[in-house]
Every structure is written in structure tokens, then in C-alpha cells.
């Protein structure tokens, strides 16, 4: 079985103790594994020895042997890189989580041993989670961009942007404002909910549309069947606007066409088996704590 760790080079939330049982839990199980390129010299410091090159991978791992695992060490965006290095490869992935809200990760920091436990003993449970697929025009160039969580059209500069909307081939709204955030049911508990979106449950099986602070204030999420197909038009007088695809930023021009719908491919999220989706919603949003005191 290999191991395909993945983890920031400036994790604020690093710990070499952790790295430490990371790959003590490696080499107890006898696991093979891949460090990416940039965090090498983090985990090289942590364990007092060199990491092989041989042991390396750049921007994506390529093909994998069945049965290979993707763990990635950090929060909530270093878990959406990782799963961008994957590259369309079917490896599931398993999020240890060492920052703050975690809404991705299965366990946290002190159940390190846990997870390669129930991934040598094949007890992990996983859950396919659906990604979007934007095609059109980025940065100059056609190209279909992946995520997990969300894809989002924003004003670049002080003047707000005009996105027009049509779902299914049938004219919705022209939204004016910040811009659109679509996003997945994953990530409905993310950039989405920030911007007054309904929280989703993942085994729903949709599309989330929020206006980022529309002028109309009438403006309100819509809520889709998975298989829609989103064509976004989008008007600025900055010549340029902004579109994110979970933590990778890309630019369009003034008239661009974006296509937006559910992607041909899904992620194996690896989730808790004791913990469920309101579980950790009623845990991380502290629903039901008193904050006064």
C-alpha cells in the first residue's frame, strides 16, 4: 500500500511532533510513500534526515498502484490542493487536520495514529464527494478548471460586475455586484455560506448559486438539480474579472462565457465513522453554545 502525503510548506498549524508520528506510523505498517516537493524540507527538519528524491512528486503524482491513499496534513485548503495534485487519478483522500474549522478532515491532530491504523486495516469509510467542471477562457487560454468546493466570479478593482445567468438554457438573472459563487453541496459550508448561502448536506445531490453582495437586494440563493448546466455571462468595466476555482485564481476578460456543471469526476473523501454531517456542523459552528459567557 502507498501513502501519497501532501501537506503546505508554511502550515501555520505544523507540528514536527506530528510529522514525527506521521511517518513513524509509516514505517510501522510498512507503507510506501510520496512527499510533495515543497514540503520536503519541513518534514526533512522534523525527522533529522534527508527525504529521497525518489520519494518526490511535483504539481500532480501521476498514475498510482490500487490502493493508494492520499493523506493530506493541514486545514481545509491544504486538503483542496492535495486534491488538486491528484490530477483526475481515483486515490481517495484522507484529511488529518491541524487548523481550525476542518469541515473536510476525518480526524484531528491527536488521532494520527488512528487514521493509518484504519488505513491498514481497511476500516476507513469513504464518501464519493461531487466537483465542478468551469470551462471557457482563463488567463488567456481554453481550458476545463476542477473544484471541489466552489467556483466563484468576482470584481477585480472598486466597480461592481454584472454576471448573467442562465441555467438550462433559460435566461435567470443578471446579478450585480461582488459577483456569483456556484458551488458544490461540500462546498456549501465554505466561501458560500460566508456570503449567506443554505448549508447543504453532502449526500445531496445539487448545485448551490449565491450572489456575492448583489445590489438587488431581492437577490437570493438558488438551489439545483446536479445535473444543470450553468452559462454565466459576465460584463465589467475593469476589462478583467476574477474566477476562483476553490484556491486557485485565474483571470477572464469583460464579455467572458463560462460553462459551469457537475464534473465527470468524484473525490473519495475519507469521513468519520462515528461523527456525522450534523455532528460536525452542530461542533464547528458551536450551534447551541452559549457565547455570552
Not at 158 to 187: F, L, R
Not at 214 to 233: A, K, Y
Amino acid at each position: 500500500m502507498k501513502i501519497i502525503l501532501f501537506s503546505r510548506p508554511k502550515g501555520f498549524c505544523h507540528s514536527n511532533d506530528d510529522i514525527v508520528e506521521i511517518f513513524a506510523a509509516i514505517e510501522r505498517h510498512g507503507f510506501d510513500y510520496m512527499l510533495n516537493e515543497e514540503f520536503a524540507d519541513v518534514a526533512s527538519a522534523a525527522l533529522g534526515r534527508t527525504i529521497p528524491p525518489q520519494k518526490l512528486y511535483a504539481d500532480t503524482i501521476g498514475e498510482q498502484p490500487e490502493g493508494s491513499v492520499m493523506v493530506c496534513y493541514g486545514g481545509d485548503g491544504t486538503l483542496l490542493d492535495g486534491v488538486h495534485r491528484l490530477g483526475g487519478c481515483d486515490v481517495p483522500v484522507v484529511g488529518i487536520n491541524s487548523g481550525h474549522l476542518g469541515f473536510l478532515s476525518l480526524a484531528q491532530r491527536d488521532e494520527i495514529a488512528e487514521v493509518f491504523d484504519g488505513i491498514a486495516a481497511g476500516t476507513l469509510r469513504f464518501e464519493p464527494r461531487a466537483m465542478l467542471c468551469a470551462e471557457g477562457v482563463f488567463n488567456g487560454r481554453k481550458q476545463c478548471i476542477y473544484a471541489l468546493n466552489e467556483v466563484s466570479v468576482q470584481r477585480l478593482g472598486a466597480t461592481m460586475i454584472a454576471v448573467e445567468t442562465a441555467i438550462d438554457g433559460e435566461y435567470t438573472s443578471t446579478c450585480e455586484g461582488d459577483g456569483v459563487i456556484i458551488a458544490t453541496p461540500t462546498g456549501s459550508t465554505a466561501y458560500s455560506l460566508s456570503a449567506g448561502g443554505p448549508i447543504v448536506s453532502p449526500s445531496c445531490r445539487c448545485i448551490v448559486l449565491t450572489p456575492l453582495s448583489p445590489h438587488n437586494l431581492t437577490m437570493r440563493s438558488i438551489v439545483m438539480g446536479e445535473q444543470s448546466h450553468i452559462e454565466l455571462s459576465i460584463r465589467t468595466r475593469q476589462n478583467v474579472a476574477s474566477i476562483s476555482a476553490d484556491n486557485r485564481t485565474f483571470e477572464v476578460c469583460d464579455g467572458a462565457k463560462i460553462s459551469i456543471k457537475t464534473a465527470d469526476r468524484y473525490i473519495s473523501l475519507a469521513v468519520p465513522h462515528n461523527i456525522s454531517f450534523y455532528d460536525t456542523l452542530r461542533n464547528k459552528m458551536m450551534w447551541g453554545v452559549d457565547i455570552r459567557q
